[in-house]
Structure formats: structure tokens, C-alpha cells
Nanobody
């Protein structure tokens, strides 16, 4: 069974930084894209950033220049470095990965449980 486990959320003051991590585990044949989405109260889940197995990245306009996504393929882990945090970044952050599990012929999307990020003074 494939699992994505996030860590690193918490409470931070405006202008501060946090680093989120997400490790994929289980019977995994290959990992394609990894990324982060977020959902604020009363809003739809939205893309934050994604990164392909080759290292190509994509960011939401709202986080460009402040957030950086990276991955360690050997550890099946994706990171999100968040700097210059704003109150509007407050949300539950979800890790996601498109991967092929052992014994499965096609890639599928997997999600973590989410980690709360709160930006407040």
C-alpha cells in the first residue's frame, strides 16, 4: 500500500519561513510528478507547486519567488520551502504524487493527509 506522509507544518509569523516534507512509501515502481496543493477554509483546493521526475517545476502565481519545491528521488521525498509567508498562505497543505505502484499497469494519483500551516501574528 502506498502512503504519502507530510511533516513540517505549524504556526509562523508573517514574513517567516517553514519547510514542508512529504515522503512516499510502500510498493512503488516509479514516481512521476510530486507536488503540493493547499486548501484554505471555505475555498477550493488549489495548486501550489509541482515537480517532475526530471526536475521541471511549476508554481502558482501567488507563490512564485517565495516558495521553492525540490525532490530527492533516492528518498522518494518532496520538499516545499516557504519563505516570506503571508496570512493568505494559511491553509491545509496536501502532498500529492502521480506514481505507478508495483503490480499496477498505470500511474495513479495519491494524496497525503495534509498538514496545517498557519501564518499569524
Amino acid at each position: 500500500q502506498v502512503q504519502l506522509v507530510e511533516s513540517g507544518g505549524g504556526l509562523v509569523q508573517p514574513g517567516g519561513s517553514l519547510r514542508l516534507s512529504c515522503a512516499a512509501s510502500g510498493l512503488i515502481a516509479s514516481i512521476r510528478t510530486m507536488g503540493w496543493y493547499r486548501q484554505a477554509p471555505g475555498k477550493q483546493r488549489e495548486l501550489v507547486a509541482t515537480i517532475t521526475s526530471g526536475g521541471s517545476t511549476n508554481y502558482a502565481d501567488s507563490v512564485k519567488g517565495r516558495f521553492t519545491i525540490a525532490r530527492d528521488n533516492d528518498k522518494s521525498t518532496v520538499y516545499l520551502q516557504m519563505n516570506s509567508l503571508k496570512p493568505e498562505d494559511t491553509a491545509v497543505y496536501y502532498c500529492t504524487s502521480t506514481l505507478v505502484a508495483w503490480g499496477m499497469g498505470e500511474a495513479d494519483d495519491y494524496w497525503g493527509q495534509g498538514t496545517q500551516v498557519t501564518v499569524s501574528s
